[in-house]
Every structure is written in structure tokens, then in C-alpha cells.
């Protein structure tokens, strides 16, 4: 699986986007890169994933370069509740997955 | 919607001790991992299994196993325990036959203390 490398941490004003960058510059053809987040402990909850065309869900977007080398995730409005570690991760979809948390972003959202 | 289920959420064990920690994937997954997430630190990918076979196995400690039953249940199992192995162990589950691509959904974790 492909490394990622992410900024050890962020704030972000409430209401403003969050947008949090990640580098993947090793990823292979057959990567997707995830988009998890840990808030206090509680178990990593899935946020988005892509494989190289930009994807939106209810939670975020996820904007991947066309190099597919780094990418971005952009939560619309913060709020006090998105203050959370952010892991981005490079998983092959050949076979199982193995999703490997390197060292996420620690979001915080300030009032 | 139903989630990933793990018991017990908490575990207080002494040294030299054995512990189980169980867990109950989403109905319909096929796959489950396991993790290991030490004080301050990022979840550590322990093994997974699909369809009752492992199918990748990370850094887990020989005193480890596991184990994945004909109803996908999960057992992680810890012998000889050590003050170290006090962690959080996260199970996750998924669907992974059949689909170009899934997610991961993950349980509240098992908070193991090893006094």
C-alpha cells in the first residue's frame, strides 16, 4: 500500500471549509485512496473514498489530482463536532483490503 | 442500520493473564479486521480475515490469534499478557466479495487494561 503523508495538524474557524491535504505520491494504478476520521477514541469512521475522479458525499468532497499524487478533502462547514484525527489511506482493490492508518491530520474546529 | 458489535467494551485483565475479545460484523460482510490503537497513537492493523480464511496478517504479536467462524463472528485471542498489550482493539468488517471497491466500518472498540 501506498504511503501518505499528511500535515501533523490544522484549525479551522466554524462555518468556514476544511479542507485537508494529503501526498500519495507512490500510489499505483490499482489504489483507492480512503478517507477516515477518528473523534476521541470512538472507533475511525469512513468518510469518502476515490480512485481518481472527484466524489461528493453527504459528509464531504474529495478532490484528487489529475496525477493522482495528492489529494484533498473538504468538509463545507465546519462545526465544533468535525474536530477529529483525519487519516487518509491508499488501499489496493485487488483482493482484500488493508486499510494501514499512517499519521493523521488533528483537525480542530474553533468556535 | 445495524454496526459492527464488539464485547466487552471494557477488559481489565492481570499480567500472564488470557483475554477474548469478540466481534460481530454488519450482516452480509464477508471480511473483518483487526486493530490496535495504543495510548496517543494511530490504529495498528493487527489481521484480517475473509470468508473464515486469514487473509492478511500485520504486526501481531505471536501471543495473538484469531479467528473467524462459520457465522463471521471474530475472536481475537491474547495469552500471556503484558502491561504493553493495554490498548484499544478495534474490529472492523466489510463487504469485499463481489464489489470494485467498499468501505470499512468499524465497532466502539474493546478498551483492554493490563494491570
Known amino acids: 500500500d501506498a504511503k501518505t503523508t499528511q500535515p501533523t495538524s490544522m484549525d479551522c474557524a466554524e462555518g468556514r471549509a476544511a479542507n485537508l491535504p494529503c501526498n500519495h505520491s507512490t500510489i499505483s494504478g490499482n489504489e483507492y485512496v480512503y478517507w477516515y476520521r477518528q473523534i476521541h477514541s470512538q472507533g475511525p469512521q469512513y468518510i469518502i473514498h476515490?480512485?481518481?475522479n472527484n466524489e461528493t458525499n453527504e459528509m464531504a468532497s474529495l478532490i484528487i489530482t489529475e496525477d493522482r499524487k495528492s489529494s484533498t478533502l473538504i468538509l463545507p462547514h465546519a462545526t465544533l463536532r468535525d474536530t477529529a484525527v483525519y487519516y487518509c489511506?491508499?488501499?489496493?482493490?485487488?483482493?482484500?483490503?488493508?486499510?494501514?492508518f499512517g499519521t493523521g491530520t488533528r483537525l480542530k474546529v474553533l468556535a | 442500520a445495524a454496526g459492527v458489535i464488539q464485547s466487552p467494551r471494557h477488559l481489565i485483565k492481570e499480567k500472564r493473564e488470557t483475554a477474548t475479545l469478540k466481534c460481530y460484523p454488519i450482516?452480509?460482510?464477508?471480511?473483518v479486521y483487526w486493530y490496535q490503537q495504543g495510548p496517543g497513537q494511530d490504529p495498528q492493523f493487527l489481521i484480517s480475515f475473509y470468508e473464515k480464511m486469514q487473509s492478511d496478517k500485520g504486526s501481531i504479536p505471536d501471543r495473538f490469534s484469531a479467528q473467524q467462524f462459520s457465522d463471521y463472528h471474530s475472536e481475537l485471542n491474547m495469552s500471556s499478557l503484558e502491561l504493553g498489550d493495554s490498548a484499544l482493539y478495534f474490529c472492523a468488517s466489510s463487504q469485499t466479495s463481489g464489489l470494485p471497491n467498499t468501505e470499512a466500518f468499524f465497532g466502539q472498540g474493546t478498551r483492554l487494561t493490563v494491570v
Open positions: 489511506i491508499a488501499t489496493t482493490t485487488s483482493g482484500t483490503y488493508k486499510y494501514i
Open positions: 450482516p452480509r460482510h464477508d471480511t
Open positions: 476515490g480512485l481518481k
